[in-house]
Structure formats: structure tokens, C-alpha cells
């Protein structure tokens, strides 16, 4: 039982073991920490050995254990806001140049994660088009994902025909899916609906909601509802990166769980199956990143050209600003670039301007991804009213 992730988050695997053993695991929990510190992978986990009936074994091969090791399961609901495109292009990437048992097993989980919020669930009572447009392309995925499962790869050219054809359908779910910050009030409606129906048998359901801390009031009231009196047999995993965020009522009636950054080796240990020979990286969220089509380097190069304005109280041109938003825009890293313009931030400026303009940094972002601003607009903005608080 967990076995597989003791040697990365040690201390909640083995809390985790204990409590499901003597029967005292919590039907709410709260798993906060760092992103890639494995907070997804430990609440499937979870629910992989809570849904056995042969006592969770890590080698188990029962029908629910086989259904989890591919995620075809449907007693369990993710309602995510993380970057799924960057996981699952690494992984369609490694596939691509490995084509091995580990890689394709690696797509396949990577990509089920994200279709697991287009869970029937979900998708009941009236939709907007493009709801049911982005539900349908989601379906046309899954299916292609089954053919993956099964077909035969022998060579470098099968593998690269497999990745291309799923590039191409996950292009029209990603540009369909609309991005929700989180929660929706609909949502919690449909999962209330869900949770309270009657299951055959004795099967549990699980409801893995992330990044709680940006739920408007709305889903926030309705979902503490379900806190309070969950229905029986249903767990409730709450993913944080910012979990005191999260209001007083709801942290109230969870058990927590801390989930730190892994360390250096086990971020090595992680990824000795990708064979990147002498290839190293601080964090899984830079290999991700990276491995998604980010530039890094460059990135990083961008958001200390903002700070280095700032700093210096000289503003940039209208026209250099237009260009590197452009940059960020085409890699889609305006929460990697914030990130790095506030660590940027911590090394050049004095702590009582540190501590505003961070603040501000945050405050902005917050804001931009609870009410799905334009990003590009949020930035350019972001910096204008950095050059005023300086």
C-alpha cells in the first residue's frame, strides 16, 4: 500500500496507511503543498486502495485495481485547473522517443486525468454548445486513447504516427474546453446529485476538487454544505497550493496533510524512467514545463527584463512591452514569468517594497484567474502599476 510513492512522500504515505488499516481515514481531506510535490497522485492513490476489496496491494490485479492502473474508472470525479497540455505533451514526447510499456502507460494516465472532468457526472442537466461541443471531443480522445491502449508498437515511425493522431484530437478539446478557475456552483450541484444517488453494491465514490482557495462564494456555500454531512461512501480530496486561503468554515471540517516540495533526489528518482541520461532538473514542474514546449531560460530572461524596469524606474517601451507579452502569450507562461519576477523581486529589492509589490503580484493573479481576465491584459497592466508602487 503506497509503496510505490513512500520513497517521495514518506510521511503522509505511511499517515495515509495507517488511517485506511484501522478504518479512521477521514471522508474530507485537504492535501496542500507545493504543485508536483504528488498531491494528485497520492488522492488516486487513496482511492485506488479504498475501492479494493483484496486490502489495496500495490500489485493487486482485481477488476477496480485494473480499472485505476488506467484510470477507466467512474466512481471518481476531478475537477482540476492544472496545466494538463504541458504534462501531457512530455509525455506524448517521451512515448515518441521511447515507445516502451512505461511511456505509453504514462500517456495514457496523464491524459485520462484531465478526461476525468468530463465525468457523466458532470455533464448532467442543460449545457451550453460549448460544453457539449468540448464533452463530445472529449469522448472522440477517449476513444482514441483505448485504440492506443491496445495497438501494437514495434518501431520509432509506428509510435510517431500513434502521437501524431493524438495530437491532433487533443488540439480540438484543448481549444474547445473552456477554462474554469475552478468549482463552478453548477458543478457542486451536479456532484451533490451524484453523491447522493444510490450505488450498487457497496462501492465508494471520490471527488477530487483542486485549487479550492479560487471557488467563488457560491460553490464555496454550497460545497460546504457537502462537507458538513457527506453522503456515505463518498471521499472528498481537496488539492491546495495555498491552503490557508481556503475560508476558516471549510478548513474546519477537513483532516490536513502536508505535502512539501520533493527533494532534489527524489525529483532524480522520479524521472530515472525517462532516460534523460545526464539531464537534470531542480523540480518536475521545470521537466513538465520544459517538456511542454516552454523556454525556460527565456522566460526567466523576460520577467527579469520587467523587474530590471522597475527597479530602475525606467519604463519600457510600448513596443518592447508588446513584444515580450507576445513571447509570453505564444508559451503560455504568464504564471511561470509571475513566479520568476517574484523571485527576481526578492534578490534586488528592500523588504518593504519587496512586500508590496509581491502583494500586488499576487493579488492581480488572483483576481485575473477567478474572473477569467485576459492574461495578456493582466500583465501588461501589472506592470504599469508595479512602476507606480516602486
Known amino acids: 500500500m503506497f509503496e510505490a510513492l513512500k520513497e517521495y512522500q514518506r510521511g503522509v504515505a505511511e499517515q495515509l496507511q495507517d ?15 507545493s504543485r508536483y510535490s504528488l498531491r494528485m497522485s497520492f488522492a488516486l492513490e487513496t482511492a485506488r486502495v479504498l475501492s479494493c476489496n483484496q486490502g489495496g496491494d500495490d500489485h493487486c490485479s482485481c477488476d477496480s485495481c485494473r480499472k485505476f492502473r488506467n484510470l477507466t474508472v467512474s466512481n471518481v ?15 506524448l514526447s517521451t512515448f515518441e522517443r521511447l515507445y516502451n510499456d512505461f511511456s505509453r502507460q504514462f500517456v495514457i494516465q496523464s491524459i485520462r486525468r484531465m478526461l476525468l472532468q ?5 455533464l448532467s442537466g442543460t449545457q451550453t454548445q460549448s460544453q457539449n461541443t468540448a464533452a463530445a471531443l472529449a469522448g472522440q480522445v477517449n476513444d482514441l486513447l483505448v485504440d492506443f491502449a491496445r495497438m501494437e508498437i514495434g518501431n520509432a515511425s509506428q509510435a510517431k504516427k500513434a502521437v501524431k493522431e493524438m495530437r491532433s484530437a487533443l488540439k480540438g478539446l484543448f481549444t474547445a474546453a473552456k477554462k ?19 450505488s450498487m453494491g457497496d462501492g465508494k465514490r471520490f471527488i477530487i476538487l483542486e485549487a479550492m482557495e479560487m471557488t467563488n462564494s457560491s460553490a464555496r456555500n454550497s460545497l460546504l454544505k457537502m462537507l458538513e454531512e457527506p453522503a456515505k461512501d463518498t471521499y472528498f480530496f481537496l488539492i491546495s497550493e495555498y491552503p490557508n486561503r481556503i475560508m476558516q468554515t471549510i478548513l474546519s471540517r477537513v483532516r490536513r496533510y502536508a505535502f512539501p516540495p520533493l527533494s532534489r533526489e527524489a525529483v532524480g528518482t522520479y524521472l530515472q524512467p525517462f532516460y534523460l541520461h545526464d539531464k537534470q532538473y531542480d523540480s518536475l514542474e521545470s521537466f513538465f514545463l520544459e517538456g511542454g514546449g516552454m523556454d525556460l531560460s527565456r522566460a526567466t530572461q523576460i520577467a527579469e527584463l520587467f523587474v530590471a524596469s522597475i527597479q530602475e524606474q525606467r519604463y519600457l517601451q510600448s513596443s518592447e512591452i508588446a513584444s515580450l507579452l507576445k513571447e509570453v502569450d505564444d508559451m503560455q507562461g504568464y504564471e511561470f514569468v509571475l513566479k520568476a519576477m517574484l523571485e527576481s523581486l526578492r534578490r534586488v529589492m528592500p523588504s518593504r517594497s519587496l512586500l508590496a509589490l509581491s502583494s500586488l503580484v499576487n493579488t492581480t493573479y488572483n483576481r485575473a484567474q477567478l474572473y477569467n481576465q ?13 512602476m507606480e508602487e516602486a
Do not use: C, K
Request: net charge neutral.
Open 19 to 33: 488511517q485506511i488499516t484501522s478504518g479512521t481515514l477521514s471522508q474530507v481531506n485537504l492535501f496542500g503543498g
Open 118 to 122: 468530463y465525468h457523466p457526472a458532470l
Open 77 to 91: 470525479v476531478i475537477i482540476s485547473q492544472r496545466d494538463h497540455r504541458s504534462v501531457i505533451e512530455t509525455s
Open 374 to 386: 485576459n492574461n495578456r491584459l493582466m500583465l501588461e497592466s501589472l506592470y504599469y502599476q508595479m
Open 180 to 198: 474554469n478557475t475552478t468549482v463552478t456552483i453548477s458543478q457542486v450541484r451536479a456532484l451533490e446529485h451524484w453523491s447522493g444517488q444510490t
